[in-house]
């Protein structure tokens, strides 16, 4: 990826680091890529070098989100998406780096494909783009894939996306295998019989609405059998997309074990519940399903007590023709990557949860997880940086979506937050 060709000082900001706990006054000096200083200064020395000088006006300065769980439809579906218009829509929403699912046609279950999405996101030259691999052959849940060969690869991490791997002798070699390679293994706490055909979470609402549903426990009786397999094996395991409070529970006391296990949760379970689905609002149609608001508050304070260690988007997008329809019949899913930041930043304004806390979920923890330099503001660090004016309030239309499918929960919605300024490698990739 191209390179930044002036040195550039963002001055004047609200700088705020989750990895090393700093939130006050500062400057930056980004050079060559990355940043060569960083001054708990508002302005520069006198004297400085020529330079592009910024003032940001006491706006927020921090790291570029790293978002761990994005959908495209490339290969195999570009109609839906394609990894360019998701670069378009990541830089517009602050995400400087963003892993993609397996999930494509075909499936990204070997080196090639690995490599092929390397590729085309060097080619597009907006945004960090890092392929996930499959944990099975075609993620059919029988047959280990290549995670050696596609780790070496550049795959981050290895999934089978919204298939559980239901054979418990399979999930322990994926698990011991990839031990090995110190590689992170995502997996959904679904337990599929009991999910199966179901479009909503058991409960008053769904039984008035008349929709299939499935009991929160589904997701807990999964999950313990994961967390057992951890146990047994030793491996690393993200536990993809918590939703609710019993599952909360088994995950911590898996920590309290001392279980090298992590947690992530999308955006959308953490500002919607199973209410917001109303008359039938397609948008809201979601895998897993939207949960109780019990169980949405139980999620939030995970969140503010570090029990969740990065929140996603699970931006997945899809056509009109797939959502338009009766609810039962729709794809779950919605789209995320511009609409993550504003909404982490409203559980700040409503919750009053430390916003340095909030961007370490979307910074340095998922750096840590899969093994970027970036998600920091420190010296050589990759000049990765976003400024936002976190007051800043605005309603998202549909003609200000930027990828290609407009399945937005938060369309017309009024946010807060706004995204003035993107760099990647010190290169601005968006300006508000």
Same mark, same amino acid.
């Given at each position: 990826m191209l390179k930044q060709s002036q040195p550039i000082a963002l001055v004047n900001a609200r700088l705020i680091d989750p990895a090393s706990d700093y939130d006050g006054p500062g400057s930056l000096i980004l050079t060559e890529g990355v940043i060569a200083e960083v001054l708990h200064t508002a302005h520069l020395p006198s004297g400085s070098a020529d330079m592009k000088v910024i003032d940001c006006d006491g706006k927020v300065v921090c790291p570029g989100l790293i978002d761990l769980r994005v959908k495209t439809g490339e290969p195999g579906a570009e109609p839906k998406e394609t990894l360019k218009s998701a670069s378009r829509a990541a830089a517009a929403g602050g995400v400087t780096s963003m892993v993609v699912q397996p999930d494509t046609d075909p499936v990204i279950d070997e080196p090639a494909m690995v490599d092929f999405i390397l590729r085309r996101a060097r080619d597009i030259e907006l945004v960090h783009v890092?392929?996930?691999?499959?944990?099975?052959?075609?993620?059919?849940?029988?047959?280990?894939?290549?995670?050696?060969?596609?780790?070496?690869?550049?795959?981050?991490?290895?999934?089978?996306?919204?298939?559980?791997?239901?054979?418990?002798?399979? $999930?322990?070699?994926?698990?011991?295998?990839? =031990?090995?390679? =110190?590689?992170?293994?995502?997996?959904?706490?679904?337990?599929?019989? $009991?999910?199966?055909? +179901?479009?909503?979470?058991?409960?008053?609402?769904?039984?008035?609405?008349?929709?299939?549903?499935?009991?929160?426990?589904?997701?807990?009786?999964? $999950?313990?059998?994961?967390?057992?397999?951890?146990?047994?094996?030793?491996?690393?395991?993200? %536990?993809?997309?918590?939703?609710? *409070?019993?599952?909360?529970?088994?995950?911590?006391? +898996?920590?309290?074990?001392?279980?090298?296990?992590?947690?992530? *949760?999308?955006? =959308?379970?953490?500002?919607?519940n199973e209410i917001d689905i109303g008359d039938y609002r397609t948008f809201y149609r979601l895998d897993p399903p939207l949960r109780s608001e019990d169980d949405r508050i139980a999620l939030v304070?995970?969140?503010?007590?570090?029990?969740?260690?990065? %929140?996603?988007?699970n931006h997945t997008p899809l056509p009109a023709e797939d959502k338009r329809r009766p609810f039962s019949e729709a794809e779950p899913g919605a789209i995320g990557l511009q609409t993550l930041l504003a909404a982490l930043i409203g559980l700040h304004h409503d919750r009053e949860i430390p916003l340095i806390d909030l961007l370490r979920t979307v910074t340095i923890n998922p750096a840590q997880l899969i093994g970027l330099e970036a998600g920091r503001l420190s010296p050589g660090a990759p000049a990765d940086l976003i400024v936002v004016d976190i007051d800043a309030p605005f309603a998202l239309r549909e003609s200000d979506i930027l990828s290609k499918s407009k399945n937005s929960p938060f369309e017309n919605r009024t946010l807060q937050g706004k995204v003035e300024l993107t760099l990647v490698d010190g290169r601005i990739v968006y300006q508000a």
């Amino acid at each position: 990826m191209l390179k930044q060709s002036q040195p550039i000082a963002l001055v004047n900001a609200r700088l705020i680091d989750p990895a090393s706990d700093y939130d006050g006054p500062g400057s930056l000096i980004l050079t060559e890529g990355v940043i060569a200083e960083v001054l708990h200064t508002a302005h520069l020395p006198s004297g400085s070098a020529d330079m592009k000088v910024i003032d940001c006006d006491g706006k927020v300065v921090c790291p570029g989100l790293i978002d761990l769980r994005v959908k495209t439809g490339e290969p195999g579906a570009e109609p839906k998406e394609t990894l360019k218009s998701a670069s378009r829509a990541a830089a517009a929403g602050g995400v400087t780096s963003m892993v993609v699912q397996p999930d494509t046609d075909p499936v990204i279950d070997e080196p090639a494909m690995v490599d092929f999405i390397l590729r085309r996101a060097r080619d597009i030259e907006l945004v960090h783009v890092y392929p996930a691999g499959a944990a099975t052959k075609g993620h059919n849940g029988k047959q280990m894939a290549e995670i050696g060969l596609m780790s070496e690869s550049g795959a981050v991490y290895f999934t089978d996306v919204e298939r559980p791997i239901i054979n418990s002798k399979v $999930l322990a070699r994926v698990l011991s295998y990839a =031990n090995g390679f =110190n590689a992170l293994i995502a997996h959904r706490p679904k337990e599929p019989w $009991l999910s199966e055909g +179901a479009v909503a979470t058991s409960g008053e609402m769904a039984a008035r609405m008349g929709l299939s549903g499935v009991s929160a426990l589904a997701e807990r009786i999964a $999950l313990e059998r994961d967390l057992a397999l951890v146990e047994l094996t030793g491996a690393r395991l993200l %536990v993809d997309q918590i939703t609710t *409070a019993g599952a909360i529970k088994a995950i911590a006391q +898996a920590k309290a074990k001392g279980l090298d296990v992590y947690a992530s *949760a999308s955006i =959308n379970h953490l500002v919607f519940n199973e209410i917001d689905i109303g008359d039938y609002r397609t948008f809201y149609r979601l895998d897993p399903p939207l949960r109780s608001e019990d169980d949405r508050i139980a999620l939030v304070e995970a969140l503010a007590d570090g029990l969740i260690d990065v %929140v996603v988007s699970n931006h997945t997008p899809l056509p009109a023709e797939d959502k338009r329809r009766p609810f039962s019949e729709a794809e779950p899913g919605a789209i995320g990557l511009q609409t993550l930041l504003a909404a982490l930043i409203g559980l700040h304004h409503d919750r009053e949860i430390p916003l340095i806390d909030l961007l370490r979920t979307v910074t340095i923890n998922p750096a840590q997880l899969i093994g970027l330099e970036a998600g920091r503001l420190s010296p050589g660090a990759p000049a990765d940086l976003i400024v936002v004016d976190i007051d800043a309030p605005f309603a998202l239309r549909e003609s200000d979506i930027l990828s290609k499918s407009k399945n937005s929960p938060f369309e017309n919605r009024t946010l807060q937050g706004k995204v003035e300024l993107t760099l990647v490698d010190g290169r601005i990739v968006y300006q508000a």
